[in-house]
């Protein structure tokens, strides 16, 4: 389709490029983008469509071994067994966050919007609230989110606003809030257990399955920014929040009986322990890297910060306490697909667990 445009409505797409696919932008409004014209929603509604199918391509194309009530199904994305539950569904939310995002987008990225004392000011936060909508979103407008939240990384603005967008975001989209890692704070009735949760119903769960490269990179640098640019209360308090996120996430599978989607998280703990990854080596190192005696107030602050690190440590220990309470799934039990998968995608995990019980022993002054 060929299409005309004008310099506000070249930076709208162009904001939209920034979304789905992490394109900078090169063109600034000079005028608000107003209402926009059908062809441009045109143009752009299929850009967020082909994005979002793309992604799940991306994460489905490969043979994949899933249940569906229990029973082992290989297939790729495409394949009718898989694919005929799915329910994409796009709301005026992804047109929001696109359309509302072109017109705020320069406001907020001014370090003016920051209030002294380190949080946006509530000029900002009332944007936000304008920018993502958080109710009656549908599984497009989830994909979409959590895309947002991958790409805003990219942005040239304070990190402030970033982390309160992305907070937003990830209050309306179950994918996002894996994504970011955040915590719901402040607003909202939706805990994180309950959203997650919703990933599972039947004409969802493709989602996930076909999600998990998205979350490996995105979990890494989460982690590895925990020791940079931040005070030790707001480490502690985002690597709990991190912790926290995880924890849920893991029970929802279990509860799902979905173990068998773990493999974001093995390959999480696989890399953060591989050799020259920020958990390898004598867990005392590792330990003293995540500050400086100089930066704790106190000796209590900083073993806040070492327990705090010690529930992420310890996910991988639930994992494997988790396969060893499914591993005596005989034939012909409710869960022994789900069990054959959970051994094989843990494997890699176990011999790591030595490792992984040091370290979180250390932090935590733990003895055996």
């Not at 939209?16 to 005028?31: E, F, N, V």
């Not at 939310?93 to 907020?108: D, F, I, K």
């Not at 939706?190 to 998990?212: D, I």
Request: glycine share 8%.
């Amino acid at each position: 389709m060929s299409l005309s445009v004008s310099v506000e409505e070249g930076h709208a797409l162009e904001v939209l490029d920034l979304l789905c696919r992490g394109r900078a932008l090169r063109i600034s409004a000079g005028a608000p983008l107003g209402r926009p014209r059908p062809e441009l929603v045109q143009v752009g509604a299929r850009r967020i469509a082909i994005s979002v199918l793309r992604t799940l391509v991306e994460g489905g194309r490969a043979n994949q071994s899933v249940l569906r009530k229990g029973r082992r199904v290989d297939g790729r994305i495409w394949d009718r067994e898989l694919l005929q539950a799915l329910d994409l569904r796009f709301t005026v939310a992804s047109y929001g966050l696109w359309t509302e995002l072109s017109v705020r987008l320069r406001n907020l990225a001014r370090s003016a919007q920051v209030e002294e004392g380190g949080r946006s000011n509530w000029q900002a936060r009332r944007q936000i609230r304008r920018v993502v909508k958080i109710s009656g979103t549908g599984t497009g407008d989830w994909m979409f989110y959590a895309l947002a939240v991958r790409h805003l990384e990219r942005v040239p603005m304070p990190a402030e606003i970033r982390d309160d967008l992305r907070r937003r975001l990830a209050m309306g989209s179950p994918l996002a809030t894996l994504m970011a890692l955040e915590m719901h704070t402040g607003e909202g009735t939706t805990s994180v257990e309950a959203q997650l949760s919703l990933l599972f119903a039947p004409e969802n769960v493709r989602l996930l399955e076909c999600s998990g490269h998205l979350f490996v990179d995105a979990w890494v640098a989460r982690i590895r920014a925990l020791p940079r640019a931040f005070t030790v209360a707001e480490r502690i308090a985002r690597a709990r929040a991190i912790a926290q996120v995880f924890a849920a996430y893991l029970q929802a599978l279990d509860d799902a009986g979905r173990l068998d989607l773990v493999g974001p998280m093995v390959a999480l703990l696989l890399r953060l322990t591989d050799e020259g990854g920020l958990w390898a080596g004598d867990p005392a190192l590792v330990a003293g890297s995540l500050g400086s005696v100089r930066e704790f107030a106190s000796l209590a602050e900083r073993d806040a910060l070492h327990r705090a690190y010690a529930e992420i440590v310890d996910l991988g220990v639930h994992i494997l306490e988790a396969r060893a309470h499914l591993v005596g799934e005989s034939y012909g039990d409710p869960r022994y697909e789900e069990a054959q998968l959970l051994l094989v995608r843990c494997e890699p995990l176990a011999a790591r667990r030595a490792l992984l019980m040091a370290l979180a022993g250390t932090l935590t002054h733990r003895l055996g």
